[in-house]
């Protein structure tokens, strides 16, 4: 089951995302959105501990975390 999801035609790609994840395991796709962006992924769905950091940073509201 997916902990985080990201809206990837909606990222920008400030990258805030990657820098706040205390796990480390966000970064940015090598493909482009439509908006012509490289949008956030995540590397191990299973590391995620669910803090939200990344989503409270997030200032397009791209992300979504459950738990």
């Known amino acids: 089951m997916q ?3 990201f809206r990837e035609d909606r990222c920008k790609g400030c ?3 990657t820098a706040v994840c205390p796990q480390k395991i966000i970064h ?3 493909g482009l ?3 012509g962006y490289h ?3 995540v590397d191990d769905q299973e590391k995620c501990t669910s ?3 990344c989503a ?3 200032p397009d509201m791209v992300i979504e975390v459950y738990r």
């Open 3 to 5: 902990k985080v999801v």
């Open 15 to 17: 990258e805030l995302c």
């Open 28 to 30: 940015m796709g090598e």
């Open 33 to 35: 959105n439509r908006q």
């Open 39 to 41: 949008p956030a992924k």
């Open 51 to 53: 803090c939200t950091l």
């Open 56 to 58: 409270r940073v997030c």
